[in-house]
């Protein structure tokens, strides 16, 4: 294996902890000091302001600048809500399952200071059901920072106070979508909201709500103890910080790696990082974003250059496949996948979705011939542009660019 | 139950947020959300029935029918696709005699397929209940459901 030099650069993985994920320990590592000077120097602009002068993009998938989306909540309106969205869900993603797993005080501290420059009091974490031991050691995690006076009533001796409450989800990949999962806090079913009114204006119950992902919120105390300056060392201009890959399927050494965003090749972080060696294509962020083949994988792992190559970062939920399983039932499962999780609120998403898995199931069957490639490429033209939510919209963009991009190897198993 | 339920309320003050969970506790209990604890829960939550049933058929963890005692997920996404997932249900449901949706006569298990559990670092991946089971094999998954049975029978 060739050596990258890059992946020594974890700011975020250093805290993750496969024993000793006790709050002693996070303390230790310097965990709380950024709170600690916070609570004692700064008013809730000035992190806002440090936040956004990090250049953070959101972790969950749509990159939106996170000190903006902080800026945008309105000062005057009580209550406001922070709500933490750790309902990973996204095929191929588990980088904030290791988060919450292996460093769930960085996670606190991270709610306790963006809730501190929002104005929020009261906090939540949405969490998937599939995490149960996420659960028990965010619980314990909680309870901990309570008794040590970082959370709970008059944090450090301040006027501060925050709650955070933990809700668990029940098996939805929907309520991932951010108006979804606050329909779904407030016990409706999970189905988008229309947008505007945007969270940050009108959230949970009405009142302004940051939603924020796992790891976006792991990076705030450390941004807050380093520095603006120090966060933009890493990545590139546009994308500063560092970025958690997930990577699995056809490769040797599946797992959790993390670079600085732009730093690393897609080509780099699957062959050598994780010794893949017969690679077909790669979906860069999960599969709701276009697949690459496996010869356009020399691009570099942020926002930007994805967006370039018609593909999105995404999630980083790296999913390499070869051809031990057929390419037609990859792309039948993927049109499944977001058939089954469509809400059902928008009729081109409802039907679409599950046309284009009738069609392509008939394919994989040898029901239909190959021109039912055509009829799918033309179901996921309708729906594209139609939808309340990036669902439908995503599920048209990755089975389409799938089947241009693969057409000939699908025909020839077909 | 009464109690519990009374209890997940005074942690989330509103029953609107209390629902969901009070649900997931329900159908860890029971296997599933019957429409005696539909009833239940509308009177001491104060939401009508229908509303309720409506998330009950709309989340994938939360069942309305009789479920077994041990329900086995197993995730067919393709991480877990790209790792034997099609052969791991052929194998759990040969060795229960059961298809996917079906409970065994004796009520010890149900399987279900679900999508990506996050663990596609050690694919093919399942869930039992609240355990996760990772890296499986014919034979791993062979032994955990003799091992389950074995209990049961103790």
Known sequence: ?414 | MKREIKKILKEFENSEIALLQVLNYIQSKKGFVDDESIEEVSNILKISRDEIRSLVSFYHFIHQEKTGKYRIYVCTNIPCLLKGADKLISDIKNFLDIEIGETTPDGLFSVFETECIGQCDSAPAIIINDKIYRNLSREKIKKIIDRIKKNEES
Not at chain 1, 165 to 189: Q, R
Request: hydrophobic letters at 35%; proline letters at 5%.
């Open chain 1, 1 to 414: 294996m060739k050596k990258v030099k890059k992946e020594k650069r974890r700011i975020l993985l250093d805290f993750c902890e496969e024993k000793k994920h006790n709050i002693e320990n996070y303390i230790k590592k310097g965990g709380f000091k950024a709170l600690k000077r916070i609570l004692k120097e700064l008013k809730p602009d000035e992190v806002i302001e440090e936040v956004k002068n990090s250049g953070l993009k959101g972790r969950g998938g749509a990159g939106f600048p996170t000190g903006l989306k902080w800026h945008f909540i309105p000062k005057k309106i009580k209550p406001k809500f922070l709500i933490c969205n750790a309902d990973e869900g996204e095929p191929g993603t588990f980088k904030d399952r290791e988060l919450l797993e292996k460093a769930p005080y960085l996670l606190i501290e991270g709610m306790t200071i963006a809730s501190y420059a929002i104005g929020a009091e009261k906090a939540f974490i949405y969490l998937r059901k599939e995490y149960p031991l996420a659960k028990e050691r965010l619980l314990n995690a909680i309870k901990d920072s309570i008794k040590h006076n970082f959370l709970g009533n008059r944090i450090l001796g301040t006027k501060f106070s925050l709650d955070i409450k933990l809700f668990v989800g029940a098996g939805a990949y929907i309520c991932g979508e951010e108006t979804a999962l606050l329909e779904s806090m407030e016990g409706k079913k999970g189905l988008p909201r229309l947008k505007p009114p945007y969270p940050a204006v009108s959230g949970f119950l009405g009142y302004p709500t940051a939603v924020n992902n796992v790891e976006t919120l792991c990076n705030v105390p450390l941004i807050m103890e380093k520095g603006a300056e120090w966060f933009r060392s890493f990545g590139t201009e546009k994308s500063p910080g560092t970025k958690i890959f997930s990577v699995s399927g056809a490769v040797k050494r599946p797992g959790i790696y993390e670079f600085e965003m732009g730093k690393i090749t897609l080509s780099e972080l699957v062959y050598e990082v994780c010794g893949a060696e017969k690679i077909e294509g790669v979906f860069p962020g999960g599969i709701s974003t276009p697949p690459l083949k496996h010869g356009e994988l020399d691009v570099s792992c942020d926002f930007e250059s994805l967006f370039q190559k018609g593909t999105f970062l995404g999630s980083g939920g790296v999913i390499v496949f070869d051809r031990e399983i057929p390419l037609i039932k990859i792309l039948r499962k993927t049109a499944e996948f977001f058939k089954n999780e469509s809400c059902g609120k928008c009729t081109p998403c409802r039907e679409g979705t599950l046309w284009l898995w009738q069609i392509l199931k008939e394919v994989e069957e040898r029901k239909i011939s190959k021109e039912g490639l055509d009829l799918a490429i033309e179901v996921c033209e309708k729906i594209k542009g139609k939808c309340l939510c990036p669902l439908g919209e995503t599920c048209a963009i990755s089975c389409e660019v799938f089947i241009r991009k693969f057409r000939e190897e699908i025909e020839g198993e077909i």
